[in-house]
């Protein structure tokens, strides 16, 4: 059994918890939200697809990286 770290997102169904495991980061069974995931661990999950423990409902995880500008 390997590491690895996840980022647990609310099913948009029944509002269960769909856990997305990556290897990418520490890999120390750190457990993020979806808001405060590294960007790193987000990339890597682009495009995983998981189910709602709950109500087995199929999720895919979409990663969009936005830039916004900045005035100095």
């Known amino acids: 059994m390997g590491s690895y770290d996840s980022v ?7 509002g269960g918890t769909i ?4 290897k990418v980061g520490p890999c120390e069974f750190i457990a993020y939200d979806i808001g405060n995931a590294p960007a790193s ?13 709950s109500c087995g409902s ?4 979409i990663v ?9």
Do not use: T
Request: net charge neutral; glycine share 8%; proline share 5%.
């Open 41 to 53: 661990i987000l990339g890597d999950l682009k495009d995983q697809g998981g189910v709602c423990e």
């Open 19 to 22: 856990e997305f495991q990556s």
């Open 64 to 72: 969009q990286c936005l830039a916004i500008p900045i005035r100095y």
């Open 8 to 14: 647990m997102v609310i099913c948009p169904s029944c």
């Open 58 to 61: 199929r999720v895919k995880m």
